[in-house]
């Protein structure tokens, strides 16, 4: 880890400026494949399968960015990156998009000069606790140990809670979600805390999910999206409207199964944009006009990536929530193409 | 006839320095050190460049603003209001904690596992030879794993502690064993305390004196006073008497099972001591080696010369063989101490915060200052890294060998 980091830093130091000018968008045409960072295994949200695939919810956003650019959504190669390395692979130019549930914060998108190319999910900070405790409030975690994945808002957000409301509490720092999870079910932490949305994930996994709560405090706002490089417009303009189409997709009634017959034209104007049989928005990209049609024919709309990787009815089983549309009281909301 | 030695004194000419042997090699040295300047100026030059053509800068400001995360071990005030800077300094300390700690422990494990390798008994020796062999040939982070995990998995958590009929019990109702660490009762030191810890000082040199004088009395007259059981007595009677007499100042707070944790006590952190473990034993294989070779390095001759004196063998590795194989010892010993120093930077593995957690971890993160951070972080582990090798410097040319 620390050699990764350190190369990292080599990297940056050589890189930087073949980064700087090059066009992501033309490196990655050149290459065949699309770098993208994910989480070294989250199950729903980035995760290999049983046979060595890589799929979720983030994993399909690199796969509509591929579909997208390269016309196959299989050719991403996905570098597992943790919560420490991810920004260090971003910046060097080792991966072309970091998708992996990474907080939008003021200072990673204006420090650490990057570009957040929209919120893919909607996400705060909760608790985790073994049911058997019986700890119904955050507020009753004074003297706790608590087990955090280092390098992540997390950390901070814990530190400010726990000050805000004057309890006391040991820090337990780790490395990945994985050596996380066996903390603490060995009972060498009380609490596990993270994104509620990978508590939730990480329960799923376990034996018995049932023994364990997730306590009803969210003490964080954290707005989960892909991200790029600062200094390159027009690759971000990409992952960005990708992104769009399928939460557009969504909202227009766009899916995998209908797309088909909706490319031959439909009486919907914005419908016809997003797809290509009207205007030029494609052109615009610097793709072709099947663009978002690749992009969503790849793993379905935003709802059905949802549904098919975290939704209710899947083990992970998280409710839409705040990440419904617009339409439907959530927080989903894509500019309008044209 | 005159032989002519001295080249003829002319004028100096320009193509000399290639074709004259007494300046040909200060020019190629000239050149090359032009060259490693010149190589060096230009990856400078290029890591600059390429910083502004990203918009970024070398500063070390962030090192002022607060850190806002917490750190479990602090040996100094610290917390989530502290400065990057703080948490560096606490970072540094927790490196030099566990380095100092495996250090000791790895010198008396290979000391004593290196002696017994030469033990004529078979047992003994093959089984240091296992010990040896199995932990100098697995990397050392696999070993602070596998004990942190073995700790995790075997030890009861605190709550298991809890109940009427717990599952676990206190050692003498003073030790916890859980799998966040081992909670001991810590001194408390009440008014008085600072006489007692006087005599105790005091008791300390006293047992010097006692040795010295025990030693002069044996060169000058021949007398050899006991050593073992006056030491002790001196070193612990008058303490004990004082301490009783003030009336015991000095007490003890026992780790008591409060909500979540034990509080009260000292906690060692699980992380704490499964890499001072890993590290002590893992290093201590080598240091056997090391000794074994010392040992070995002595001839023979000496050992039965000594015999022949009529010295006993405990006397003869103490007084002939130790001292003389400690100069053989002692330079790689020191290799293996910065060893130990550089291997605590696996800390992050069990989440033990030392300088590669704080400040190579979380603040290059919330920072992303990470040439400014990577640099820093070179920098402590070479000053920590030349200050222990002038130390031992130091040691060594106490010991070696006094050429006159």
Redesign the interface.
């Known amino acids: 880890?620390?050699k990764s980091?350190?190369l990292?830093?080599l990297t940056?130091?050589?890189?930087?400026?073949g980064?700087?000018?090059a066009a992501t968008l033309d490196d990655v045409k050149a290459r065949g494949t699309l770098n993208c960072g994910v989480t070294t295994g989250l199950v729903g949200f980035a995760a290999p399968n049983a046979n060595g695939e890589w799929e979720g919810f983030d994993v399909a956003v690199c796969r509509a960015v591929a579909a997208a650019v390269l016309g196959d959504a299989s050719a991403v190669e996905f570098v597992p990156t943790t919560?420490?390395t991810r920004?260090?692979a971003l910046?060097s130019g080792e991966i072309d998009m970091l998708a992996r549930n990474t907080t939008w914060t003021f200072?990673?998108d204006v420090?650490?000069?990057f570009e957040f190319t929209g919120i893919n999910y909607y996400d705060g900070q909760g608790f985790m606790i073994p049911r058997e405790?019986g700890v119904s409030s955050a507020l009753e975690?004074?003297?706790?140990?608590v087990c955090i994945q280092?390098?992540?808002t997390t950390?901070?957000n814990?530190?400010?809670f726990?000050?805000s409301n004057n309890m006391e509490?040991?820090?337990?720092?780790?490395?990945t979600n994985a050596e996380a999870q066996?903390?603490y079910l060995?009972?060498?932490?009380?609490v596990y805390t993270t994104d509620a949305s990978g508590l939730a994930a990480t329960r799923a996994t376990f034996e018995d999910p049932g023994a364990h709560v997730i306590l009803p405090e969210i003490i964080s706002k954290e707005p989960l999206g892909p991200l790029v490089r600062?200094?390159d417009n027009d690759w971000g303009d990409i992952v960005r409207w990708t992104l769009n189409a399928l939460i557009a997709a969504e909202e227009y009634g766009i899916t995998s199964a209908n797309i088909g017959e909706l490319t031959a034209g439909t009486d919907n104007p914005e419908i016809n944009r997003i797809l290509g049989t009207e205007g030029n928005l494609g052109e615009m990209l610097g793709l072709d006009a099947e663009w978002a049609v690749r992009a969503i024919s790849a793993n379905g709309n935003y709802g059905e990536i949802f549904a098919k990787n975290i939704g209710e009815s899947t083990p992970i089983g998280l409710a839409r929530g705040l990440n419904a549309q617009w339409t439907d009281g959530g927080l989903l909301y894509s500019p309008p193409f044209r | 006839m005159a032989t002519i030695t001295d080249p003829p004194k002319g004028a100096f000419r320009l193509s000399m320095l290639i074709n004259d042997t007494r300046y040909r090699s200060l020019t190629f040295q000239f050149i090359a050190l032009f060259l490693l300047i010149a190589l060096f100026a230009y990856l400078g030059s290029n890591l600059v460049a390429n910083l502004r053509a990203a918009g970024l800068n070398i500063s070390y400001e962030f090192l002022g603003e607060p850190a806002g995360y917490d750190i479990n071990q602090t040996l100094i005030e610290y917390d989530s209001q502290s400065s990057h800077w703080r948490a560096a300094v606490a970072g540094v300390l927790n490196t030099l904690l566990v380095a100092f700690l495996a250090c000791l422990t790895a010198t008396i494990l290979g000391t004593i596992a290196g002696v017994l390798r030469l033990s004529n008994n078979w047992l003994v020796r093959k089984l240091m030879a296992i010990y040896v062999e199995a932990f100098r040939n697995v990397p050392v982070l696999i070993w602070i794993i596998i004990i942190f995990t073995i700790m995790t998995a075997v030890l009861p958590a605190p709550r298991a502690f809890r109940g009427d009929e717990p599952e676990a019990s206190m050692l003498f109702g003073a030790f916890a064993f859980t799998n966040r660490g081992v909670y001991t009762p810590l001194p408390i030191f009440g008014p008085g305390s600072s006489v007692v810890i006087a005599v105790f000082i005091a008791s300390i040199v006293g047992v010097f004196a006692y040795r010295r004088y025990a030693t002069k009395l044996l060169y000058d007259t021949g007398r050899l006073l006991p050593m073992g059981w006056p030491s002790l007595a001196i070193l612990f009677v008058p303490t004990l008497l004082i301490y009783f007499i003030l009336g015991r100042p000095i007490g003890l707070e026992y780790p008591e099972l409060r909500g979540f944790n034990f509080s009260g006590g000292i906690q060692i952190r699980g992380s704490l001591i499964a890499l001072w473990f890993a590290l002590a034993i893992y290093t201590g294989a080598f240091i056997a080696e090391n000794v074994r070779a010392g040992i070995q390095a002595i001839s023979k001759g000496q050992t039965e010369a000594a015999a022949s004196l009529g010295l006993r063998p405990g006397r003869i590795m103490n007084l002939v063989i130790l001292p003389q194989a400690l100069r053989v010892i002692i330079p790689p010993l020191i290799s293996n101490y910065l060893n130990i120093t550089k291997n605590s930077s696996l800390a992050i593995a069990v989440g033990y915060m030392d300088i590669t957690g704080t400040l190579g971890g979380i603040t290059l993160n919330q920072t992303g200052r990470a040439i400014e951070t990577i640099l820093l972080l070179m920098l402590f582990y070479l000053v920590i890294s030349l200050g222990i090798s002038a130390l031992m410097n130091v040691y060594n040319n106490a010991v070696k060998l006094k050429e006159r």
């Open positions: 880890m620390k980091v350190f990292g830093t940056v130091a050589g890189i930087a400026a980064v700087a000018g919560g420490k920004f260090t910046a200072s990673r420090d650490l000069k405790l975690l004074a003297g706790a140990t280092t390098g992540t950390e901070l814990l530190a400010d726990f000050r509490y040991e820090p337990v720092p780790i490395e066996q903390q060995a009972g060498a932490c009380d600062h200094g």
